[in-house]
């Protein structure tokens, strides 16, 4: 693939959306780490469609996130998952959101590495807690200690999420400066991998 020609006075979204390319930007990272918020806001800059895979699994399995754990578990979730992400990463270019597990599913994280770019957004436990304390729709936090539960799963998954090709630091920003750090995060990465 030749590398694509950019001008000085190139924005920051047409260099990022050069090269992405025809890959898919995939966003990884634990719950309320911002991948649907921020991928949205990315998706609208670079011009592409964005997915949220959680709505597209609700939406072909015409039952909740939390309806499907409570009937079927997280194994058959996790199934349903892979098939679904394999199917949406078919296409590109888009950015798609994923669960906070997809990435931790061996088979679903080879359909990402080779489908496109990750971009891990890392949050520490304050921020998260901050931001998903506010709703009771998370399935794996219906434990009678949250706040710890989110944190044996930030243990658990920050080695297996730090596999991601870019990694970028969620904090207490607004949305719109975390999207100009993916897309900055983006040609970094490109910028750094063609070196010699």
Known sequence: MSDPVLKVGDSLKDRARATLGSRNLILVGLMGAGKSSVGRIVAHQLGVPFID???????VSRMTISELFAAYGEDEFRALETRVMKRLLKNGPRVVSTGGGAFI???TRKHIK???LSVWLKADLDVLWERVSKRDTRPLLKTENPRQTLENLMN?????????DITVLSRDVRKEVMADEVLKAVIEAQTESTIP
């Open 53 to 59: 895979s959680d709505v597209e699994i609700e939406r």
């Open 156 to 164: 658990a998954r920050y080695p297996i999420y730090a596999e991601a």
């Open 105 to 107: 599913n061996d088979r």
């Open 114 to 116: 080779k489908s496109g």
